[in-house]
Nanobody, 123 residues
Framework: QVQLVESGGGLVQAGGSLRLSCAAS????????MAWFRQAPGKEREFVAA????????YYADSVQGRFTISRDNSKSTVYLQADMLKAEDTAVYYC????????????????WGQGTQVTVSS
């Protein structure tokens, strides 16, 4: 079982930056591939970025490639999403997600979700 708590969201102007954090509890964090998803009002939840449990593989959605960076610190059981050059269309609730231990990294979600953190980008 993994519990996830996101933080770091907020209001930022277009072109600005935010750093989202996801703190995980549970013994298996180091074995879990992690990901970020987001959901804008009236839209389906969509994949943003994913990182394998060893950080050897990383995936990004085309819409954030080159602007967002996912990383993890296994010693702190935390995964990060550095979001730079933010655009109005990045406005959404951002969710942290975890796969089952040793599951392969992918663009589909695992069973564990955080409560979400709101990111609002003003144009």
């Amino acid at each position: 079982q993994v519990q996830l708590v996101e933080s770091g969201g907020g209001l930022v102007q277009a072109g600005g930056s935010l750093r989202l954090s996801c703190a995980a509890s549970g013994r298996s964090f180091i074995q879990n591939a992690m990901a970020w998803f987001r959901q804008a009002p009236g839209k389906e939840r969509e994949f943003v970025a994913a990182i394998s449990y060893g950080s050897g593989s990383i995936y990004y959605a085309d819409s954030v490639q080159g602007r967002f960076t996912i990383s993890r610190d296994n010693s702190k059981s935390t995964v990060y999403l550095q979001a730079d050059m933010l655009k109005a269309e990045d406005t959404a609730v951002y969710y942290c997600n975890a796969k089952q231990p040793y599951a392969t990294i992918s663009r589909t979600p695992g069973p564990y979700w955080g409560q979400g953190t709101q990111v609002t980008v003003s144009s």
